[in-house]
């Protein structure tokens, strides 16, 4: 399996960006990609995620209303929609898959990591 992610980069405040995963080397929709984001400093935070299967989606609290995680199965690609951006999303982004259709919110869960991609929102 292998992600890649990309579609990072600077934004002002109350911007958007989408970030997109294509997800290569999945064999069955029993799986979960999330988002997880990491900034200088800080510990690795779940952002988003959802389920091959059925699509059910789920955000930490802080990018409720703001975020919109989606997939194309067809594509095997998960994006992550992010409007009304703030200073404090700047981070690296980081995509992950899960055998199981469990969305869990901590990273040792993930089996699979994309690259990263770097989000700067200025003030």
């Known amino acids: 399996v292998q992600l890649q992610a990309s579609g990072g980069g600077l934004a002002q405040a109350g911007g958007s960006l989408r970030l997109s995963c294509v997800v290569s080397g999945r064999t069955t929709n029993d799986a979960a990609t999330a988002w997880f984001r990491q900034a200088p400093g800080k510990e690795r935070e779940f952002v988003a995620g959802i389920r091959w299967s059925g699509g059910n989606t789920y955000y930490t609290d802080s990018v409720k209303g703001r975020f919109t995680i989606s997939k194309i199965s067809a594509k095997n690609t998960v994006y992550l929609q992010m409007n009304s951006l703030k200073p404090e999303d700047t981070a690296t982004y980081y995509c992950?898959?899960?055998?199981?259709?469990?969305?869990?919110?901590?990273?040792?869960?993930?089996?699979?990591w994309g690259q990263g991609t770097l989000v700067t929102v200025s003030s």
């Open positions: 992950t898959l899960r055998w199981g259709s469990t969305v869990h919110k901590v990273a040792e869960r993930y089996n699979y």
